[in-house]
């Protein structure tokens, strides 16, 4: 069973970056897609971006080419999300998800599996 | 960008009555739509796929229909834990992968 752990949350100033880890275990890593979705407080959810750890080159959503990057380390089976020049409206919870993969030679990028989140506060 | 648009944004219901939600998108993106519920507190669920195949540990009183621009996820039955935010995904048309705003489902 696939599960994925991501890192405890963090409290920064504006201005400054983040980095968000999501360890995935039990399961096959570099096949899938890893997403990362935002939820700011009471707000909806928000994609930002995924990779496919075996071919290393991620995808955003414009509103975050630039400003986010996201990576993975197959050794380690650990996905990364960095946020630089965070300002107080990327105060959200960080979540990633894993898609269910190529099925009949078609990428689905449904998340079936969601790591436990992380909370991410940016204040001066 | 595909926009993703629910309705309503809250409907009270009460246990044992059947929930239908809406969720249209601003063009078609076929059946690759996706639900998914969210509790207070914790991460998303993936309920739905492909816009009709429950995910894997789905009860059956959740079902979803539609396909193009229009479609329904129906929770035949409310139980108590099914008091919360569901979201509709298109993963049709992307970057970005987009999700409707939500829809509250609360106890009459």
């Known amino acids: 069973q696939v599960r994925l752990v991501q890192s405890g949350a963090e409290a920064k100033k504006p201005g400054s970056s983040v980095k968000v880890s999501c360890k995935a275990s039990?399961?096959?890593?570099?096949?899938?897609?890893i997403h990362w979705v935002r939820q700011a407080p009471g707000q909806g959810l928000e994609w930002m971006g995924m990779?496919?750890?075996?071919?290393?080159?991620?995808n955003y959503g414009q509103k975050f080419q630039g400003r986010v990057t996201i990576s993975a380390d197959e050794s380690t089976t650990t996905a990364y999300m960095e946020v630089s020049s965070l300002r107080s409206e990327d105060t959200a919870v960080y979540y990633c998800?894993?898609?269910?993969?190529?099925?009949?030679?078609?990428?689905?990028?449904?998340?079936?599996?969601w790591g436990q989140g992380t909370t991410v506060t940016v204040s001066s | 960008e595909i926009v993703m648009t629910q309705s309503p944004a809250t409907l009270s219901v009460s246990p044992g009555e059947r929930a239908t939600l809406s969720c249209r998108a601003s063009q078609s993106v076929t059946s690759n739509l996706a639900w998914y519920q969210q509790r207070p507190g914790q991460a998303p669920r993936l309920l739905i796929h492909g816009a009709s195949t429950r995910a894997t540990g789905i009860p059956a009183r959740f079902s979803g229909s539609g396909s193009g621009t229009e479609f329904t996820l129906t929770i035949s039955s409310l139980q108590s834990e099914d008091f919360a935010v569901y979201y509709c995904q298109q993963y049709n048309n992307w970057p970005p992968i987009t999700f409707g705003q939500g829809t509250r489902l609360e106890i009459k």
């Open positions: 990779i496919i750890p075996i071919f290393g080159t991620a």
């Open positions: 039990g399961g096959t890593f570099t096949t899938y897609g």
């Open positions: 998800g894993r898609d269910r993969g190529v099925i009949e030679g078609y990428y689905h990028y449904e998340m079936d599996v």
